[in-house]
Nanobody, 126 residues
Framework: QVQLVESGGGLVPVGGSLRLSCKFSGRTINTYTLAWFRQGPGTQREFVAG????????YYSDSVKGRFTMSRDNAENSVYLQMNSLKPEDTAVYFC???????????????????WGRGTQVTVSS
């Protein structure tokens, strides 16, 4: 059974930065597609970034492209989300997700993922 635990959320001013971490356990991480999703107040869960097993296969939503960077360290069983130039609209609970059989066209689809963390709150104050 895969377990995912997020950390690193907090309160940050507009324009600030945060680095989220997600610790993966229970299986071999390098066989999984990993992703970050977020859910703001009164909104549906949305895709932020996804990584299909290698740095070359990392994808971002248009809303975070150029500001957020996702990375993974298979040796540390961890995945990270570096968030820069944060905006108030980035305020949300951020979730880490993992799936083992995700095709490219489904990387941004929450229903494609089998495992989820509990989330970490990110609040950007204006």
């Amino acid at each position: 059974q895969v377990q995912l635990v997020e950390s690193g959320g907090g309160l940050v001013p507009v324009g600030g930065s945060l680095r989220l971490s997600c610790k993966f356990s229970g299986r071999t991480i390098n066989t999984y597609t990993l992703a970050w999703f977020r859910q703001g107040p009164g909104t549906q869960r949305e895709f932020v970034a996804g990584n299909r097993r290698s740095a070359e296969n990392t994808y971002y939503s248009d809303s975070v492209k150029g500001r957020f960077t996702m990375s993974r360290d298979n040796a540390e069983n961890s995945v990270y989300l570096q968030m820069n130039s944060l905006k108030p609209e980035d305020t949300a609970v951020y979730f880490c997700a993992a799936g083992s059989r995700i095709i490219l066209s489904s990387v941004g689809r929450s229903s494609a993922y089998d495992y989820w963390g509990r989330g970490t709150q990110v609040t950007v104050s204006s």
